[in-house]
């Protein structure tokens, strides 16, 4: 199961941490994720990272603004999310890739927590 | 970055009949890295296929995926009315790992 929290409502340039909460799987076996998806949008790969942290990807769009980070100890993932934007705000969701790193298919998905950035 | 485009946009079947989606890349998926996924309204996608032609887990076999390369398909033998939703296709071959835009499958 995967729980996300940590959205919310903040201004253009304001800066938002998301979490994601892991359990019933050994967490550090599975690279991560995060997919956000607009209102009324489809789907749109953000960010991964594998199994131990060594290895992270970004979309074009938030590269240098978000950063992806996990802590095994505490089976959690996180999104650091600065300087955002309007087109920041979705849903996120947080899902499990399907092996160690982040490449692959996303087989295990929260339900979403819900990112407005408005002014 | 790769570019994927499904069609139709939109289908409109009866339940039993058969259907058939569409994912087009813009440049070949490396080693067929291609997932769809299931997502009806208010809730989170669902893993259907992966590596093209996969199932993941608890998937009816009236699912199947295939293609290659830059041409890929999801079929649905037998449609049930439960299959209304959107399904994507995503390619993880190359970053950043893109999806296409969805069909909407309705059931008459």
């Known amino acids: 199961q995967l729980v996300e929290f940590g959205g919310g409502v903040i201004r253009p340039g304001g800066s938002l941490r998301l979490s994601c909460a892991a359990s019933?799987?050994?967490?550090?076996?599975?690279?991560m994720n995060w997919v956000r998806q607009a209102p009324g949008k489809g789907l749109e790969w953000v960010s991964g990272?594998?199994?131990?942290?060594?290895?992270?990807g970004y979309v074009d769009s938030v590269k240098g603004r978000f950063t992806i980070s996990r802590d095994n100890a505490k089976n959690s993932l996180y999104l650091q999310m600065d300087s955002l934007r309007a087109e920041d705000t979705a849903l996120y969701y947080c899902?499990?890739?399907?092996?160690?790193?982040?490449?692959?298919?996303?087989?295990?998905w929260g339900q979403g927590t819900t990112v407005s950035v408005s002014s | 970055e790769i570019v994927l485009t499904q069609s139709p946009g939109t289908l409109s079947l009866s339940p039993g009949e058969r259907a058939t989606l569409s994912c087009r890349a813009s440049?070949?998926?490396?080693?067929?890295?291609l997932a769809w996924y299931q997502q009806k309204p208010g809730q989170a996608p669902r893993l259907l296929i992966y590596?093209?032609?996969n199932r993941a887990t608890g998937i009816p076999d009236r699912f199947s995926g295939g293609g290659s390369g830059t041409d890929f398909t999801l079929t649905i033998s037998r449609l049930e009315p439960e299959d209304s939703a959107v399904y994507y296709c995503?390619?993880?071959?190359?970053?950043?790992?893109?999806f296409g835009p969805g069909t909407k499958v309705d059931i008459k």
């Open positions: 899902a499990r890739a399907m092996s160690t790193g982040f490449y692959y298919g996303m087989d295990v």
């Open positions: 019933g799987f050994t967490f550090d076996d599975y690279g």
């Open positions: 990272i594998n199994w131990n942290g060594g290895s992270t």
């Open positions: 440049q070949s998926v490396s080693a067929n890295y």
């Open positions: 590596v093209t032609s």
């Open positions: 995503q390619q993880y071959g190359s970053s950043p790992f893109t």
